[in-house]
């Protein structure tokens, strides 16, 4: 979706600056949205795809005013309310005043290394042949979804080389609505400046994606 998140090539942001050593968080209750989001993701009711939509689909102006750890809470409140796990009662009374869904699983303190340390890989076996090859030109396709998609909106219909062939992924596309992880294989795609940003870019940049094999087509 063309939602707050997809900055890419958008001016008026001011320019990207790194935090200098930057601590893994910047206040203490950011530690516990962190744990929060996580522990409520363990749930099993919502995949991540679903989780990064919620986040995108912000409003613009709270989207932009609120701080990374803020932006995971509100989707985490916008997840917990659609899944039926609080209501708007339970969240004005700052208590649960209302029946709630039962979790398909509870993540107990003893196990989050454990849960930590495997992760939630999205690699999936693909059946067939790879439609592309390395050094091929193909060109992304031009398409403006309302739902959630990870080919940014600077990189569309846009030509560029194929870097490296990967194994399949998990498609986010149908992912995050519920429609099944539908894998597809994925593309390492390297674009030049030029393509991208047009006359004025700087000449001597690339930019790799990974893509998936349904948003690109041969140029």
């Known amino acids: 979706m ?11 942001f001011g320019p990207v600056a790194p935090e200098q050593d930057e601590p893994y968080f910047h206040a203490e209750w950011e530690k516990r949205a962190l744990g929060v989001t996580l522990t409520a ?15 995108e ?5 709270d989207y932009y005013a609120s701080s990374y750890y803020e932006i995971w809470i509100k989707a985490l409140e916008t997840l917990l309310k659609r899944h039926n796990f609080v ?16 979790p398909k699983r509870v993540l107990k303190a003893e196990n989050v290394p454990a849960v930590l340390a495997r992760g939630g890989p999205c690699d999936r076996p693909v059946e067939g042949l790879a439609r592309f090859s390395v050094g091929q030109r193909v060109r992304t396709k031009n398409f403006h979804p309302t739902g959630h ?8 219909g846009k030509e560029g080389v194929i870097d490296a062939v990967r194994d399949g992924f998990v498609f986010p596309d149908s992912n995050a609505p519920g429609r099944g ?12 400046g030029g393509e991208l940003w047009g006359e004025g870019a700087d000449p001597t940049l690339e930019v790799s994606i990974d893509a998936w094999e349904s948003y690109l087509e041969p140029a």
């Not at 063309?2 to 008026?12: A, C, K, T, V």
């Not at 993701?41 to 986040?55: F, P, Q």
């Open 181 to 192: 992880e539908n894998p597809q294989r994925v593309y390492t795609v390297v674009f030049s």
């Open 2 to 12: 063309n939602g707050p998140h997809d900055l890419g090539g958008q001016m008026g």
């Open 57 to 61: 689909s912000l409003h613009p102006a």
């Open 41 to 55: 993701g363990a749930m099993g009711a919502w995949n991540i795809d679903e989780s990064r939509h919620a986040r």
């Open 87 to 102: 209501t708007e009662n339970d969240l004005e009374a700052g208590d649960a005043v209302d029946p709630a869904a039962t």
């Open 149 to 156: 998609t990870r080919l940014p909106r600077y990189a569309r």
